[in-house]
């Protein structure tokens, strides 16, 4: 049954090979330095955030990884191999939806799907709408849905194609706080039944310490992996749970000092949240 | 741009052309018995069917060439750097302008007309293509390479469907500026068609034949621009939320 959720097999993670890694990772913009040797590892089924303030490379890493950029030196590697290119094994979402403007929500969820058998098809589109909640809006165009359902229906359409790891960009950034929080539940339930290997790009500590098990925090100037924690909390969790308000708030204070280097240089808050 | 209510500016044209018509001594009523008895002859008919044919043919041939140079700017930077000042600016250039290369080229003949035509029509198409399919934006050719298209499909899947809206504007363009060539093409040559019924009604001295046809004109113009370029400009961006 394809999309059903179900439990994650039983393994020692932190001993598998990596699913993705950044072996001494190097990008540079002309003179700018948006990454400076980093190295990574993305463990098989975790789900990974990268917090750091603006322009300090989250975007940048995550393209290296989605293949649309090659590092200039070091090495992107999935599964110990290096990455060529981008691909629908490795399915990346964009703070914009980026939808189809001329599809049906049903067709651009179904946009990497084989259109023939048409049965198939059509049964796959929709077991994903069921999935995000969406059996109502098939016919839609992307332009009579919210914010949110745009954003589910991107999600839709890139587990449609049953990739094992979802990059995502700030995916929440634009939606409002209510919104938000029921695409974290929704994201979560997902994450748990499905076992992708996520890695999640955000702004917000709030989101990292909800969602994720581990959390990298990202420095700038040059772009830089500071520190990477565990996050201990059992799935799915309590989001209003005094742990997560407790770890965020160490977060903060990790960051505490880059946030100030930032301000320091670019005069202005830099950092929300 | 926007679509303009052919109603309003329909009544003010017949009321100026009633206007003017009284005043070079021909009637609204003399210019209705005329095109009663155009049509009633087959006269008119024939010089419509004769001019559709023309810019039929005039305007597949524009839309194929102006096609092939809207596509080879966008896909080859340096055509575009070429071509690309070159047809912004021809496109501006009023199709009469062409008239006179016309004749030299190709004397007093059908094929004169066809090139006022074709060269009327095929930049403002090219311009229209050009642009669509450079305009495609980047997020949206990136969703493409993360699922994996190749680069055929990219083209198929993205690049023309997101380029539609765009593509379709430089053909009612390019349609509009064909139909204007082709009158003033056959206001020179022409074995029959409207322009020559318009030069028959002059040598004549026939104020109601001349307005009659001018009518013919504009009705057919406007017809083509609303019914089938209005039709389906109106679905596809209905369908995107663009209109
Ligand atoms: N294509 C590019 N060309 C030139 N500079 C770039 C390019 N992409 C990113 N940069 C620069 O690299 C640095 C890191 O950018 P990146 O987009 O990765 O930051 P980010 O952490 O994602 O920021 P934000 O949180 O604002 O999205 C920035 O200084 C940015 O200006
Ligand atoms: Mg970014």
């Known amino acids: 049954m394809p999309f059903a959720l179900h439990d994650p097999p039983v393994r020692p993670a932190a001993l598998e090979a990596p699913k993705l890694s950044l072996r001494g990772a190097s990008k540079r913009f002309g003179g700018l330095v948006a990454l400076a040797d980093v190295s990574l590892d993305v463990r098989r089924g975790e789900f990974l955030s990268l917090v750091g303030p603006s322009g300090c490379g989250k975007s940048t890493l995550l393209h290296l990884l989605a293949g649309f950029e090659k590092p200039d030196d070091g090495a992107a590697l999935m599964d110990g191999r290096p990455i060529a290119g981008p691909g629908p094994d490795r399915l990346v979402i964009f703070q914009d939806p980026a939808l189809l403007p001329w599809l049906t929500v049903a067709d651009n969820i179904g946009f990497g799907l084989p259109k023939k058998p048409r049965e198939l098809y059509e049964e796959t589109v929709g077991l994903l709408l069921r999935l995000v909640h969406l059996e109502k809006f098939a016919h839609l165009r992307p332009h009579e849905l919210s914010g949110g359902m745009k954003q589910r229906v991107a999600l839709a359409r890139a587990l449609a194609v049953d990739p094992q790891v979802l990059l995502m960009d700030e995916p929440f950034a634009a939606l409002d706080p209510q919104t938000r929080e029921l695409l974290h539940l929704e994201l979560q339930r997902l994450w748990l039944g499905l076992h992708k290997t996520v890695v999640f790009v955000t702004h917000s500590v709030e989101e990292a310490v909800r969602l994720s098990d581990r959390i990298a925090i990202m420095a700038t100037q040059p772009g830089r992996i500071r520190r990477v924690l565990d996050v201990d909390l059992p799935h799915p969790r309590d989001f209003n749970s005094p742990e997560v308000a407790e770890l965020r708030a160490a977060i903060r204070e990790e960051m505490r000092d880059e946030l100030a280097k930032l301000a320091r240089r670019e005069g202005d808050e830099g950092w929300r949240r | ?243």
């Open chain 2, 1 to 243: 741009m926007a679509p303009v209510r052919p109603r309003i500016p329909l009544l003010v044209l017949f009321a100026f052309l009633a206007a003017a018509a009284e005043a070079a001594s021909p009637s609204p009523a003399g210019i209705a018995r005329n095109l009663a008895h155009g049509f009633a002859s087959g006269v008119y008919l024939k010089a419509l069917g004769a001019s559709a044919l023309r810019i039929a043919a005039g305007f597949a041939l524009a839309a194929l060439l102006g096609g092939a140079l809207g596509i080879l700017q966008a896909a080859f930077a340096p055509v575009r750097r070429l071509c690309g000042p070159l047809t912004t600016g021809v496109q501006a250039l009023p199709a009469v302008c062409w008239l006179p290369v016309a004749l030299l080229w190709f004397g007093r003949s059908e094929a004169a007309v066809l090139f006022c035509v074709v060269v009327g029509s095929l930049f403002a198409v090219a311009l229209g293509v050009r642009d669509g399919l450079a305009q495609v934006p980047p997020l949206l050719r990136r969703v493409g390479q993360t699922f994996g298209l190749t680069r055929w499909q990219q083209i198929t899947h993205i690049t023309i469907p997101a380029a539609l809206p765009a593509i379709l504007a430089g053909l009612k363009q390019g349609w509009s500026f064909g139909w204007r060539a082709l009158m003033a093409g056959e206001l020179i040559y022409a074995s029959a068609g409207l322009g020559r019924s318009l030069t028959a009604g002059r040598d004549a001295g026939d104020a109601n034949q001349v307005f009659a046809v001018m009518l013919l004109i504009l009705t057919l113009g406007v017809a083509v621009d609303r019914l089938a370029f209005g039709v389906v400009e109106k679905r596809v961006l209905a369908r995107r939320g663009l209109a």
